[in-house]
């Protein structure tokens, strides 16, 4: 089994940064395809920013490009979304996926890809 646990969310003024962390155990892989997502409620999951197995390329949705940057800790089996430039259209449960599979692009935006998920860490912005 593999256990992916958030944290790193909470409540942030408008403008300010987070660094969300996402730890990998149990029968974790040797490499693998990981995506950053979030949910509003009312609203679908929504793609934030991932990356693809055999592929350094780092994907994000447009709305999020030039603000937040993902990166990996390999020895700590750790990923990470720094998140800058906060602004209230952020605010949501934010969740990261992983999948031993390489996805198409058309597809790793899309959360039925993933095989798993953490419990998602709560980030709010709000002056």
């Known amino acids: 089994q593999v256990h992916l646990v958030e944290s790193g969310g909470g409540l942030v003024q408008p403008g300010g940064s987070l660094r969300l962390s996402c730890e990998i155990s149990?029968?974790?892989?040797?490499?693998?395809?990981m995506a950053w997502f979030r949910q509003s409620p009312g609203k679908e999951r929504e793609f934030v920013a991932g990356t693809r197995l055999g592929n350094s390329n780092t994907y994000y949705t447009d709305s999020v490009k030039g603000r937040f940057t993902v990166s990996r800790d390999s020895a700590k089996n750790t990923e990470y979304l720094q998140m800058n430039s906060l602004n209230p259209e952020d605010t949501a449960e934010y969740y990261c996926?992983?999948?031993?599979?390489?996805?198409?692009?058309?597809?790793?935006?899309?959360?039925?890809?993933?095989?798993?998920w953490g419990q998602g860490t709560q980030v709010t912005v709000s002056a």
């Open positions: 149990g029968r974790t892989f040797s490499s693998y395809s």
């Open positions: 996926a992983i999948t031993s599979r390489r996805p198409i692009l058309s597809t790793m935006r899309t959360p039925a890809t993933y095989d798993y």
